[in-house]
T-cell receptor, first 113, second 113 residues
Framework: KAGVTQTPRYLIKTRGQQVTLSCSPISGHRSVSWYQQTPGQGLQFLFE???????NKGNFPGRFSGRQFSNSRSEMNVSTLELGDSALYLCASSLGGPLETQYFGPGTRLLVL | DQQVKQNSPSLSVQEGRISILNCDYTNSMFDYFLWYKKYPAEGPTFLISISSIKDKNEDGRFTVFLNKSAKHLSLHIVPSQPGDSAVYFC????????????FGKGTKLSVIP
C-alpha cells in the first residue's frame, strides 16, 4: 500500500506571497492532519480534517488554512508569508477514529526569503 | 508551557547495548502514548504505542514503559543497532475522543558501531 505523499517536497517563496501544499493520504484513510516542524518549537499541530470537515484546529493564525476533498486528499494554504513560516510542513493520515495511529508523509520544506 | 518534555536532546550508545529514551508529561488527561522516529529528510515513522491502561508494551527490540503516577514514558531499544540512529519523538493523545497529537521536541540517538 502506498504511503502518504506530499507535494512539492521543497519550496522557496518570498515574504507576502502565498503558498499551497498538497497531501495524498494512504488509501482508505479518511483523516488528514497537518503539522509544522521548526527547530525552536518542534512539531506543532495545525489542523485536522475528516470527511471534508475541519475537526480540530491548533493555535495558528488565520493565515493558515486548509481543506479536504471528497477523495480525502488535502491541501494547506498559507497566505501573506512571513519569514517565521519557514519550516517543514508534515501531513499525516489515519483511519479517522480517536486515538488512531497517524502515518506521516515526507514533508514539504518551505523557505521564506 | 511545555506539556511534554524530552529532557535529553541527544544520546550516544554503543552498538549492542540498550538505548533508553525518556519523556515526561504534565497533562494527566493524556490517554494514549506513541513513539515515532525520524530520519533526516523523511517524515516521522510510527514505532510503538501504549494505552494508559497498560504499563508496558513490547514489539521486537522496542519496549515502551508507562509510569502514570510519575507521568513518565520511556522507550527501550535492545540491542541497539546503527540503523536506529535517528531523532525519537514521544507523542500523546489527550483524552479518549482526541484526534490531535502533542509531540515532545525529540531526542537524537546515535548508535556507535
Amino acid at each position: 500500500k502506498a504511503g502518504v505523499t506530499q507535494t512539492p517536497r521543497y519550496l522557496i517563496k518570498t515574504r507576502g506571497q502565498q503558498v499551497t501544499l498538497s497531501c495524498s493520504p494512504i488509501s482508505g484513510h479518511r483523516s488528514v492532519s497537518w503539522y509544522q516542524q521548526t527547530p525552536g518549537q518542534g512539531l506543532q499541530f495545525l489542523f485536522e480534517y475528516f470527511s471534508e470537515t475541519q475537526r480540530n484546529k491548533g493555535n495558528f493564525p488565520g493565515r493558515f488554512s486548509g481543506r479536504q476533498f471528497s477523495n480525502s486528499r488535502s491541501e494547506m494554504n498559507v497566505s501573506t508569508l512571513e519569514l517565521g513560516d519557514s519550516a517543514l510542513y508534515l501531513c499525516a493520515s489515519s483511519l479517522g477514529g480517536p486515538l488512531e495511529t497517524q502515518y506521516f508523509g515526507p514533508g514539504t520544506r518551505l523557505l521564506v526569503l | 508551557d511545555q506539556q511534554v518534555k524530552q529532557n535529553s536532546p541527544s544520546l550516544s550508545v554503543q552498538e549492542g547495548r540498550i538505548s533508553i529514551l525518556n519523556c515526561d508529561y504534565t497533562n494527566s488527561m493524556f490517554d494514549y502514548f506513541l513513539w515515532y522516529k525520524k530520519y533526516p529528510a523523511e517524515g516521522p515513522t510510527f514505532l510503538i504505542s501504549i494505552s494508559s491502561i497498560k504499563d508496558k508494551n513490547e514489539d521486537g527490540r522496542f519496549t515502551v514503559f508507562l509510569n502514570k503516577s510519575a507521568k513518565h514514558l520511556s522507550l527501550h531499544i535492545v540491542p541497539s543497532q546503527p540503523g536506529d540512529s535517528a531523532v525519537y519523538f514521544c507523542a500523546f493523545y489527550s483524552g479518549a475522543g482526541s484526534y490531535q497529537l502533542t509531540f515532545g521536541k525529540g531526542t537524537k540517538l546515535s548508535v556507535i558501531p
